[in-house]
């Protein structure tokens, strides 16, 4: 099962909104309003430039190594400067950018310390390099208990298709390691208060079955967990949390 390029625009809104109060509270700290070259590196269909493109007074820049993404992010944040490179080779000279972040990232490149040396490289000096999101599966909590199996297959599924489920816990020894001053690192809070949508919930799922579905042992039951899934949720009795990181960190003058 892959993922059509819409349907991850679909999640990566999905995320956006997992993500928000985080953002806001870094933008704040950065005086968002203030920036005239922001980059986001990985940035998929454009998601975080759409929201961007409302906050700088300049228009944001954007990195992804998918030509798909980037022709729907022309779509979804044409006031973006869009370009198609691998960002473990940001396709930008140095000091370029006021701020670089990623979003969701890190934990899918065969680098994550190359990325951010890139990240750090291509920012001036003052400037700021931000990790809004990076997952833990280490500590992921699933309730009921017998869907937990769930978690324990697709923290093994992320590490079959070559990402880091615990990258979330490695963000400040990888901001240190690229000589990042004054660093923050904290961890989102879960918010179980109001009830998901039926297309929230649904789209999660497909994202569990896309992960899980090269796991023999998952698809005999697949049937039966998607059952219980989608209705302990409906009925508002379940929590799925995975701790997910943010950093910030100040480049040296």
């Avoid at 454009?46 to 300049?58: I, T």
């Avoid at 979003?103 to 750090?120: A, C, G, I, R, Y």
């Avoid at 992921?140 to 992320?158: C, K, M």
Wanted: net charge neutral.
């Amino acid at each position: 099962m892959t993922f059509s390029t819409h349907k991850w625009h679909l999640r990566y809104q999905q995320q956006a909104r997992w993500t928000k109060s985080i953002r806001n509270y870094l933008y704040d700290r950065i005086r968002i309003q203030r920036v005239k070259h922001v980059l986001d590196v990985g940035c998929g269909t454009g998601v975080l430039l759409d929201e961007l493109s409302k906050l700088c007074s300049c228009p944001p820049y954007g990195v992804d190594i998918d030509h798909n993404s980037i022709s729907l992010a022309h779509l979804s944040a044409p006031r973006s400067i869009l370009t198609l490179g691998n960002a473990l080779r940001l396709p930008y000279g140095a000091r370029s950018f006021d701020i670089a972040f990623c979003h969701f990232l890190l934990l899918w490149v065969k680098s994550p310390l190359q990325v951010l040396e890139e990240m750090v490289r291509v920012v001036q000096p003052g400037g700021y390099v931000l990790a809004l999101a990076e997952p833990d599966y280490g500590g992921r909590v699933d309730f009921p208990i017998d869907l937990a199996q769930i978690g324990r297959w697709q923290t093994d599924s992320l590490k079959d298709q070559g990402a880091n489920p615990f990258i979330g816990r490695e963000l400040r020894s990888l901001f240190s390691s690229v000589g990042l001053m004054n660093i923050e690192v904290g961890v989102l809070g879960g918010q179980w208060g109001k009830i998901q949508t039926r297309e929230d919930i649904n789209l999660e799922w497909e994202v569990i079955s896309s992960d899980l579905y090269h796991k023999n042992e998952f698809i005999q039951s697949i049937e039966e967990l998607k059952s219980k899934y989608l209705t302990s949720h409906m009925d508002n009795l379940s929590i799925i949390y995975v701790p997910t990181f943010y950093a910030i960190g100040e480049v040296k003058g």
